[in-house]
């Protein structure tokens, strides 16, 4: 099978190589999916490129990226329903903790993680799906439904921030969206946010309370925990409940711990790679269900094909764009 891979880390350019593999073969527990289409996530380009938080360098000599694919179920291993032969799904987790991902035709993978991609739903959607619309779903719903609350989400153009927009608005929040002004706005509208406001006006929190009638906010999904901390302290509700699940522009943000304690703040760090079973299954069931019912918009950016993976990681680097970045298999 074709396949892209790295031995070191670098540039996309310098590193990405692409060739030929042996096709795996699905063992106890496993299903091989013939991938159609392979999503490219911020955490598999800072892997690529040896900056990732949390670790770095080569944790195994070759490495094929990307945890998000769809593809079809081709073969099943033992202890798996050969009913699930010829099945549409969406896969997450394809590279974590693992040596070989999306970025090929074909993966071998856990069963349950392996998830029935609803008729019509076109692969390009299915592989922007796993780490983006897994992580907003439990940022919002990971710890009970959000009808009738106030929900701040934080980046709410960015590609989990607007899947967040959405899952808040399905369960019947309002929501209100921080953004940059103009298409990254845009973006969190089209969503169905309530207000949009623009991330960097100096008296944003004076701007998030007015967009909710003088109250404080029930709960915010944060995707830059370091730069909001204190904007976050300032308009969360006592016992409110704040979701982080990034920093990247302040690595070691300084707390506001004191404004947080005296609200009796939740604070909780996200990471969907570590959710537990329980989690998990709630999180991907929301995400099948909205997308089976047609109520889900999953944005995409660009598509390119295997050979260009290397410009779909520039795309992933640059923050401007507009959605998820796919490698389409298939081409």
Not at 39 to 66: C, E, F, T, W
């Amino acid at each position: 099978m074709k396949a892209v891979w790295y031995t070191r880390t670098g540039a996309a350019e310098e590193v990405l190589d692409l060739g030929e593999m042996p096709t795996p073969t699905p063992g106890e527990g496993e299903v091989l999916v013939r991938l159609a289409a392979s999503g490219v996530n911020p955490s598999d380009v800072k892997l690529r490129a040896g900056k990732r938080a949390g670790g770095s360098g080569m944790p195994y000599p070759r490495i094929v990226p990307h945890s998000d694919g769809a593809g079809v179920i081709e073969a099943v291993g033992p202890g798996v329903d050969p009913a699930r032969l010829g099945q549409r799904v969406w896969v997450w987790n394809g590279q974590w903790q693992r040596a070989f991902g999306t970025a090929a035709e074909a993966i071998a993978i856990a069963a349950d993680k392996a998830v029935p991609l609803p008729d019509g739903v076109p692969f390009a959607v299915g592989a922007g799906l796993g780490i983006p619309a897994i992580t907003a779903s439990h940022c919002v719903l990971g710890d009970g439904p959000v009808e009738g609350q106030t929900v701040l989400v934080s980046g709410g153009g960015g590609v989990v921030g607007r899947l967040a927009v959405q899952f808040a608005k399905l369960d019947g929040a309002m929501v209100i969206a921080t953004a940059r002004p103009g298409a990254a706005a845009d973006r969190a509208w089209s969503a169905g946010a309530d207000a949009v406001l623009d991330h960097t006006a100096p008296d944003l929190a004076e701007r998030i309370l007015g967009a909710n009638g003088g109250r404080p906010v029930d709960r915010i999904v944060e995707v830059e925990f370091g730069v909001n901390a204190d904007t976050d302290a300032a308009v969360i509700k006592p016992r409110g409940r704040i979701v982080a699940y990034g920093s990247a522009l302040d690595l070691r943000p300084e707390m506001p711990f004191y404004p947080l304690m005296f609200k009796g703040v939740n604070l909780e760090l996200a990471l969907m790679y570590l959710l537990d079973p329980f989690e998990l299954e709630a999180a991907i069931g929301r995400v099948t269900a909205e997308l089976a019912a047609g109520r889900l918009d999953v944005a995409l950016h660009a598509t390119y094909p295997l050979a260009e993976c290397a410009a779909a990681h520039r795309a992933v680097e640059d923050a401007s764009r507009s959605g998820g970045v796919i490698v389409m298999l298939d081409d």
